[in-house]
């Protein structure tokens, strides 16, 4: 079953931009809380950015804080990461993922789950010159 078109991934140089999107298919995101999450190779899985629609507190890790955006269009029922000032070290699959409000009480308890009820089907971004 998909429950997102995930779509954006692709070659940026250091210091470029790209912009993620995923959108969802089949539940409404009024109803979810988000977040993308990104694996490297021999790395595990890390929560970079979530959005809480609870209390509508967005987290970032330190990795990506200042230079990543996480948001939202309800009437698209489409996510998006803005990713800007890329270095090498953002090279990896990017996940989008969703789990019911309820279940997750802000945007930082949503980036360190690993099992979530919804998933992306992931996008290579790879930074590189």
């Known amino acids: 079953q998909v429950h997102f078109v995930e779509s954006g991934g692709g070659l940026a140089q250091p210091g470029g931009s790209l912009r993620l999107s995923c959108k969802a298919s089949?539940?409404?995101?009024?109803?979810?809380?988000i977040g993308w999450f990104r694996q490297s190779p021999g790395k595990e899985l890390e929560g970079v950015s979530c959005l809480s629609s609870s209390d509508g507190s967005a987290f970032y890790s330190d990795s990506v804080k200042g230079r990543f955006t996480i948001s939202k269009d309800n009437a698209k029922n489409t996510m998006y990461l803005q990713m800007n000032s890329l270095t090498p070290e953002d090279t990896a699959v990017y996940y989008c993922?969703?789990?019911?409000?309820?279940?997750?009480?802000?945007?930082?308890?949503?980036?360190?789950?690993?099992?979530?009820?919804?998933w992306g089907q992931g996008a290579l971004v790879t930074v590189s010159s």
């Open positions: 089949g539940f409404s995101l009024d109803y979810y809380t």
């Open positions: 993922g969703a789990e019911p409000t309820h279940y997750v009480p802000n945007g930082q308890a949503m980036c360190a789950k690993r099992h979530l009820e919804r």
